[in-house]
């Protein structure tokens, strides 16, 4: 073992077989990005909220009632 306390993770991205005309090809390639992207985001946002500080919390805690 490394020491690294790193979290690890497992994403699958199904394969796509792009067809049609080299317009259509290029239309799909872009949408894939954006996704990829946005994806990238939620990925990269998720690893923010691992490592950022838990704000202090003032006052007593809730009780169960």
Do not use: H, K, W
Request: net charge neutral; charged share 20%.
């Amino acid at each position: 073992m490394n020491g690294d306390s790193e979290a690890s993770a497992a994403y699958v991205i199904p394969a796509r077989t792009l067809t049609g005309s080299p317009e259509q090809v290029v239309e799909q390639v872009d949408q894939m990005v954006q996704t990829l992207l946005a994806f990238r985001q939620v990925v990269a946002s998720e690893q923010c909220a691992r490592v950022r500080a838990v704000p202090p919390q003032n006052g007593s805690r809730p009780t169960a009632r």
